[in-house]
């Protein structure tokens, strides 16, 4: 399931359960490729635009995009940085569910 943050409170969004976070752009050619991967997983994915949530992606150090933010429960469990391919994913959201 994808969803885009828009006037939600990101706390209130990944509150529950694990959530993919994607801070992308629109003019970002890797957040494109990352885009079309996100669409075949079967995992929660949230999608930040960075031109329009900039003071949200400054809090959570948002350098370069793409950035994706792991959560679970709320928490933050991991971030990478850069394109990554579904299997990398994948092995990440099983990390995280084992603890």
């Keep these: 399931m994808i969803k885009y943050l828009e006037n939600e409170n990101l706390n209130d969004a ?13 003019w970002c050619g890797p957040c494109k490729m990352l885009g079309s991967i ?10 930040i635009n960075v031109d329009t949530h900039e003071e949200l992606a400054t809090s959570y150090g948002v350098m370069s995009i793409p950035t ?11 971030k990478v940085i850069g394109f990554r391919n579904k299997e990398e994913l994948e092995k990440i959201i099983e990390e995280i569910k084992k603890n």
């Design 38 to 47: 996100l669409e075949t997983m079967d995992t929660n994915v949230l999608k």
């Design 14 to 26: 990944i509150k529950e359960g694990i959530w993919l976070v994607d801070f992308y752009a629109d």
């Design 68 to 78: 994706i933010c792991f959560f679970k429960d709320g928490n933050l469990m991991q």
